[in-house]
Protein backbone atom coordinates (compact mmCIF):
# COMPACT_ATOMS: atom_id res chain seq x y z
CA UNK A 1 0.00 0.00 0.00
CA UNK A 2 0.94 3.47 -0.40
CA UNK A 3 1.95 5.36 2.67
CA UNK A 4 1.84 8.52 0.36
CA UNK A 5 -2.04 9.40 -0.42
CA UNK A 6 -3.43 10.74 -3.29
CA UNK A 7 -6.78 11.25 -4.05
CA UNK A 8 -7.55 8.69 -7.05
CA UNK A 9 -9.02 11.08 -9.51
CA UNK A 10 -8.92 14.24 -10.04
CA UNK A 11 -11.20 16.27 -13.62
CA UNK A 12 -11.31 19.66 -14.92
CA UNK A 13 -12.29 21.77 -17.90
CA UNK A 14 -10.03 22.91 -20.52
CA UNK A 15 -8.69 26.31 -19.02
CA UNK A 16 -9.44 25.37 -15.79
CA UNK A 17 -6.82 25.48 -12.75
CA UNK A 18 -7.08 21.88 -11.07
CA UNK A 19 -5.02 20.50 -7.33
CA UNK A 20 -3.92 17.40 -6.56
CA UNK A 21 -2.82 16.57 -2.74
CA UNK A 22 -0.30 14.78 -1.34
CA UNK A 23 -0.48 13.49 2.32
CA UNK A 24 2.55 11.73 4.28
CA UNK A 25 3.96 11.55 6.97
CA UNK A 26 7.37 13.15 9.28
CA UNK A 27 9.42 10.35 7.93
CA UNK A 28 8.62 11.53 4.42
CA UNK A 29 7.11 14.31 3.62
CA UNK A 30 7.72 15.86 6.49
CA UNK A 31 11.56 15.76 6.61
CA UNK A 32 12.57 15.03 2.85
CA UNK A 33 11.44 17.02 -0.37
CA UNK A 34 9.10 16.21 -2.89
CA UNK A 35 8.89 14.86 -6.80
CA UNK A 36 6.31 15.15 -9.02
CA UNK A 37 5.72 12.65 -12.34
CA UNK A 38 3.39 13.02 -14.92
CA UNK A 39 2.58 9.71 -17.15
CA UNK A 40 0.50 10.26 -20.12
CA UNK A 41 -1.49 6.77 -21.43
CA UNK A 42 1.66 4.14 -22.29
CA UNK A 43 4.09 5.45 -21.70
CA UNK A 44 6.91 5.95 -19.17
CA UNK A 45 6.69 8.01 -15.92
CA UNK A 46 8.01 11.69 -16.64
CA UNK A 47 9.61 14.24 -13.93
CA UNK A 48 7.44 17.10 -13.94
CA UNK A 49 8.53 19.05 -10.30
CA UNK A 50 11.48 18.60 -7.82
CA UNK A 51 12.42 19.80 -4.57
CA UNK A 52 9.02 20.47 -3.80
CA UNK A 53 8.60 22.97 -6.25
CA UNK A 54 11.19 23.46 -9.26
CA UNK A 55 10.25 22.67 -12.95
CA UNK A 56 12.72 20.87 -14.94
CA UNK A 57 13.66 23.03 -18.06
CA UNK A 58 11.22 22.09 -21.09
CA UNK A 59 8.54 21.43 -18.35
CA UNK A 60 5.47 24.89 -18.67
CA UNK A 61 5.18 27.06 -16.03
CA UNK A 62 1.25 25.96 -15.61
CA UNK A 63 2.41 23.39 -13.21
CA UNK A 64 3.58 24.34 -9.84
CA UNK A 65 4.44 22.39 -6.53
CA UNK A 66 4.02 23.09 -3.02
CA UNK A 67 4.08 21.87 0.47
CA UNK A 68 3.34 22.48 3.89
CA UNK A 69 4.32 19.65 6.88
CA UNK A 70 3.47 16.67 5.44
CA UNK A 71 1.20 17.25 3.11
CA UNK A 72 2.14 19.02 -0.88
CA UNK A 73 0.18 19.89 -4.01
CA UNK A 74 0.77 19.74 -7.49
CA UNK A 75 -1.06 22.26 -9.25
CA UNK A 76 -2.09 22.58 -13.44
CA UNK A 77 -3.36 26.07 -14.35
CA UNK A 78 -4.77 27.27 -17.70
CA UNK A 79 -5.60 22.96 -18.06
CA UNK A 80 -5.36 21.64 -21.54
CA UNK A 81 -6.46 17.94 -22.87
CA UNK A 82 -3.04 17.11 -23.17
CA UNK A 83 -2.53 17.03 -19.63
CA UNK A 84 -5.01 14.19 -19.27
CA UNK A 85 -3.00 11.82 -17.37
CA UNK A 86 -1.96 9.88 -14.18
CA UNK A 87 0.39 11.71 -11.48
CA UNK A 88 2.56 10.37 -9.05
CA UNK A 89 4.00 12.21 -6.05
CA UNK A 90 7.29 10.70 -4.17
CA UNK A 91 9.71 10.78 -1.66
CA UNK A 92 12.43 9.48 0.35
CA UNK A 93 11.29 7.94 3.83
CA UNK A 94 13.73 8.16 6.42
CA UNK A 95 12.09 5.58 8.64
CA UNK A 96 11.66 3.10 5.45
CA UNK A 97 14.62 3.69 4.26
CA UNK A 98 13.47 3.53 0.92
CA UNK A 99 11.39 5.85 -1.87
CA UNK A 100 7.28 6.07 -1.27
CA UNK A 101 5.35 6.72 -4.19
CA UNK A 102 1.31 8.17 -4.01
CA UNK A 103 -0.85 5.65 -5.44
CA UNK A 104 -1.36 8.33 -8.42
CA UNK A 105 -4.60 10.68 -8.87
CA UNK A 106 -5.80 9.83 -12.61
CA UNK A 107 -6.35 13.51 -14.49
CA UNK A 108 -9.23 13.82 -16.95
CA UNK A 109 -9.70 16.51 -19.14
CA UNK A 110 -13.86 16.97 -19.46
CA UNK B 1 21.34 12.14 -26.30
CA UNK B 2 20.01 11.04 -22.64
CA UNK B 3 19.07 7.00 -22.98
CA UNK B 4 18.00 4.35 -20.59
CA UNK B 5 17.24 1.21 -22.24
CA UNK B 6 15.73 -1.72 -20.06
CA UNK B 7 15.66 -5.30 -21.65
CA UNK B 8 15.61 -9.10 -19.98
CA UNK B 9 11.47 -8.89 -19.29
CA UNK B 10 9.70 -12.12 -19.86
CA UNK B 11 7.29 -14.90 -19.09
CA UNK B 12 8.72 -16.91 -16.13
CA UNK B 13 6.81 -19.76 -13.59
CA UNK B 14 6.30 -18.81 -9.96
CA UNK B 15 9.98 -19.55 -8.03
CA UNK B 16 11.82 -18.31 -11.14
CA UNK B 17 14.36 -15.93 -11.86
CA UNK B 18 15.23 -13.29 -14.18
CA UNK B 19 17.81 -10.77 -14.71
CA UNK B 20 16.91 -7.16 -15.94
CA UNK B 21 19.75 -5.21 -17.30
CA UNK B 22 19.38 -1.65 -18.28
CA UNK B 23 22.24 0.27 -20.79
CA UNK B 24 22.69 3.79 -20.47
CA UNK B 25 24.42 6.43 -22.64
CA UNK B 26 24.55 10.00 -22.81
CA UNK B 27 25.79 10.68 -19.33
CA UNK B 28 28.57 9.68 -16.91
CA UNK B 29 26.78 6.71 -15.80
CA UNK B 30 28.94 6.29 -12.52
CA UNK B 31 28.44 9.12 -10.95
CA UNK B 32 24.57 9.16 -10.69
CA UNK B 33 22.78 6.79 -8.16
CA UNK B 34 20.36 4.59 -9.98
CA UNK B 35 16.88 2.83 -9.57
CA UNK B 36 14.75 0.37 -10.77
CA UNK B 37 10.63 1.47 -10.30
CA UNK B 38 8.01 -1.13 -11.37
CA UNK B 39 4.38 -0.59 -12.46
CA UNK B 40 1.53 -3.58 -12.05
CA UNK B 41 -0.76 -4.30 -14.60
CA UNK B 42 -3.61 -1.03 -14.09
CA UNK B 43 -1.70 -0.32 -10.86
CA UNK B 44 0.63 2.61 -9.89
CA UNK B 45 3.74 2.79 -10.05
CA UNK B 46 6.11 0.92 -6.81
CA UNK B 47 9.95 1.94 -6.09
CA UNK B 48 11.67 -1.45 -6.13
CA UNK B 49 15.19 -0.73 -4.94
CA UNK B 50 18.68 1.76 -6.16
CA UNK B 51 22.17 1.90 -5.66
CA UNK B 52 24.61 4.20 -5.28
CA UNK B 53 26.95 5.80 -7.31
CA UNK B 54 30.01 3.28 -6.23
CA UNK B 55 27.83 0.41 -5.05
CA UNK B 56 28.49 0.87 -1.21
CA UNK B 57 24.99 1.21 -0.43
CA UNK B 58 21.43 -0.16 -1.53
CA UNK B 59 18.27 0.13 -0.92
CA UNK B 60 15.62 -2.51 -1.53
CA UNK B 61 11.68 -2.11 -0.80
CA UNK B 62 10.69 -5.05 2.20
CA UNK B 63 8.27 -7.21 -0.33
CA UNK B 64 11.47 -7.93 -2.45
CA UNK B 65 14.55 -8.03 0.36
CA UNK B 66 16.35 -11.40 0.21
CA UNK B 67 14.69 -11.86 -3.25
CA UNK B 68 16.19 -9.49 -5.71
CA UNK B 69 19.60 -7.73 -5.83
CA UNK B 70 20.64 -4.63 -7.50
CA UNK B 71 23.89 -4.18 -8.96
CA UNK B 72 25.92 -2.33 -11.72
CA UNK B 73 28.94 -2.38 -13.95
CA UNK B 74 29.94 1.24 -14.06
CA UNK B 75 32.67 0.03 -16.92
CA UNK B 76 29.61 -0.80 -18.99
CA UNK B 77 27.37 1.50 -18.12
CA UNK B 78 24.95 -0.40 -17.06
CA UNK B 79 22.14 -1.23 -14.11
CA UNK B 80 20.64 -4.94 -13.15
CA UNK B 81 17.86 -6.49 -10.76
CA UNK B 82 18.70 -10.29 -10.35
CA UNK B 83 15.11 -11.40 -9.41
CA UNK B 84 14.79 -14.82 -7.77
CA UNK B 85 12.08 -16.58 -5.98
CA UNK B 86 9.64 -14.66 -8.84
CA UNK B 87 5.90 -14.49 -7.43
CA UNK B 88 2.68 -13.86 -9.54
CA UNK B 89 2.95 -10.44 -7.31
CA UNK B 90 6.32 -9.68 -8.78
CA UNK B 91 4.43 -9.07 -12.56
CA UNK B 92 4.98 -5.48 -13.65
CA UNK B 93 6.98 -3.64 -16.14
CA UNK B 94 9.86 -2.88 -14.45
CA UNK B 95 11.20 1.02 -15.36
CA UNK B 96 15.39 1.88 -14.46
CA UNK B 97 15.68 5.26 -13.93
CA UNK B 98 18.29 7.95 -12.98
CA UNK B 99 18.55 9.93 -9.85
CA UNK B 100 19.22 13.11 -10.30
CA UNK B 101 21.68 15.20 -8.35
CA UNK B 102 21.64 16.38 -5.02
CA UNK B 103 20.55 19.48 -6.09
CA UNK B 104 17.25 17.84 -7.65
CA UNK B 105 16.80 16.19 -3.83
CA UNK B 106 17.52 13.04 -5.35
CA UNK B 107 14.49 13.05 -7.88
CA UNK B 108 14.20 10.20 -10.83
CA UNK B 109 14.98 12.62 -13.60
CA UNK B 110 15.44 9.71 -16.65
CA UNK B 111 13.04 6.87 -16.77
CA UNK B 112 13.46 4.41 -19.31
CA UNK B 113 10.73 2.60 -21.44
CA UNK B 114 10.27 -0.11 -19.55
CA UNK B 115 10.63 -4.13 -19.58
CA UNK B 116 7.32 -6.17 -18.86
CA UNK B 117 7.79 -9.06 -16.27
CA UNK B 118 4.83 -11.44 -16.13
CA UNK B 119 5.06 -14.54 -13.45
CA UNK B 120 2.69 -17.48 -14.61
CA UNK B 121 2.32 -21.01 -14.28
Known amino acids: QSVLTQPPSASGTPGQRITISCSGG????????ISWYQQLPGTAPKLLIYINNQRPSGVPDRFSGSKSGTSASLAISGLQSEDEADYYCAAWDDSLKGWLFGGGTQLTVL | EVQLVESGGDLVQPGGSLRLSCATSGFTFSTYWMTWVRQAPGKGLEWVANMKQDGSEKYYMDSVKGRFTISRDNAKNSLYLQMNSLRVDDTAVYYC??????????????WGQGTKVTVSS
Open chain 2, 97 to 110: ARHGSAATGGAFEI
Open chain 1, 26 to 33: NSNIGRNT
